[in-house]
C-alpha cells in the first residue's frame, strides 16, 4: 500500500502550514509523504515559527516558502487549507480540509506557540485518520 501523501497550503507558506508539515514529519516519519506551499509565497519562513518548533525539538530553519502548484495538488491524498481562500485548486478524489487558525504573521512567539498546539493537536488528529 503506498503512503498517504498529504499537502499543507496557507497564503504565505511561511508559518501554519509549515508549523504542520513540520509537526506531521516529524511523527509520521516515512509513513506519510509531507508537503506545503503557499498560495502567494512569502520570501522567508516566520522567525517565531522556527522558535516555536526548535522549542519542541522540530527544526525547519532550512525550510523555505514554496509556491502551490497544480501537481503538488494532484499527487495529493489529502489538501489541508489555512486560510488562502479559494486560491487552491479543487480536484475530484482528494479529501479537502480547512483548519481555521490564526495567523502567526506579525506575532510574538507567546502567541505563535499557541498557534503551533493548535496545529499539533489537528496534526495528532488526522494521523489517527489516516492510520499511522
Not at 489541508?80 to 506575532?107: E, S
Amino acid at each position: 500500500m503506498s503512503r498517504p501523501q498529504v499537502l499543507f497550503v496557507c497564503v504565505h507558506n511561511a508559518g501554519r502550514s509549515q508549523m504542520a508539515a513540520g509537526l506531521l514529519a516529524h511523527y509520521a516519519g516515512d509513513a506519510v509523504v509531507v508537503r506545503s506551499a503557499g498560495s502567494d509565497p512569502g520570501a522567508a519562513v516566520n522567525p517565531a515559527v522556527v522558535t516555536a518548533l526548535g522549542e519542541v525539538g522540530i527544526d525547519i530553519s532550512r525550510e523555505f516558502p514554496k509556491p502551490l502548484t497544480t501537481d503538488a495538488v494532484q499527487a495529493s491524498d489529502v489538501v489541508i487549507t489555512m486560510g488562502c481562500g479559494d486560491a487552491c485548486p479543487v480536484f475530484p478524489g482528494k479529501r479537502y480540509l480547512d483548519w481555521r487558525l490564526d495567523d502567526p504573521a506579525g506575532q510574538d512567539v507567546e502567541t505563535v506557540r499557541r498557534i503551533r498546539d493548535e496545529i499539533d493537536a489537528l496534526v495528532r488528529d488526522l494521523l489517527g485518520e489516516l492510520g499511522v
